[in-house]
């Protein structure tokens, strides 16, 4: 069962803010985020653990709601170079599941 | 430090034939997975393994074999190419719990004609 994310795209400008959710129907272990550039290979960018505990990149921020099987990604002051498809994974017990990705665009 | 290596990086098969992507890594993970990217699909895990010799399916094992002789080395095996297996290919590893995330390898793109 992948989760769901949304939205499904977005435009910013440089300089706008984005969230992007993610929810799952199942309970999880832990919260990935990735981000894809085109032809290229998807890079972690956070992890979000059961309790509370965090990892990752330091200008992005994340929050993850255990009891609705929520996440979300915060992208704050959004630069050029955040241009990507975001992907949010769920793991179960060391099956990795990713949502569908969000497309998101940032123009000068 | 190499990280994660598939080979090849791109391949076109005709209908029937068979043939191994290959993974490797050199990070002493001792988990290793396979995701298939079908374009609006995100990314669809195919197998899994959390160690030498432990091999477990996922959301579309069908048409695919593994197996994990060493940590380093996770192939993927297409028993009978079909159209329907044209996709990009990712292999990932990380540490037991994955607590730092996976790393990706750069892809195969598999054609079946």
């Known amino acids: 069962q992948q989760p769901v994310q949304s939205p499904q795209a977005v435009i910013l400008r440089e300089g706008e803010d984005a969230v992007i959710n993610c929810s799952s129907s199942?309970?999880?272990?832990?919260v990935h985020w990735y981000r894809q550039k085109h032809g290229e290979a998807p890079v972690f960018l956070m992890i979000l653990l059961k309790g509370g505990e965090q990892k990752g990149h330091e200008k992005i921020s994340a929050s993850f709601n255990e009891k609705k099987q929520q996440s979300s990604l915060y992208l704050t002051a959004s630069q050029l170079s955040y241009s990507g498809t975001y992907f949010c994974?769920?793991?179960?017990?060391?099956?990795?599941?990713f949502g569908a990705g969000t497309r998101l665009t940032v123009k000068p | 430090n190499a990280g994660v290596t598939q080979t090849p990086k791109f391949q076109v098969l005709k209908t029937g034939q068979s043939m191994t992507l290959q993974c490797a890594q050199d990070m002493n993970h001792e988990y290793m997975s396979w995701y298939r990217q079908d374009p609006g699909m995100g990314l669809r895990l195919i197998h899994y393994?959390?160690?030498?010799?432990?091999?477990d399916q996922g959301e579309v094992p069908n048409g695919y074999n593994v197996s994990r002789s060493t940590t380093e080395d996770f192939p993927l095996r297409l028993l009978s190419a079909a159209p329907s297996q044209t996709s990009v290919y990712f292999c990932a590893s990380s540490y037991a719990g994955s607590r730092d995330g996976y790393t990706f390898g750069s892809g195969t793109r598999l054609t079946v004609v």
């Open positions: 199942k309970a999880l272990y832990s």
């Open positions: 393994s959390v160690g030498a010799g432990i091999t």
């Open positions: 994974g769920t793991d179960n017990n060391n099956d990795m599941r």
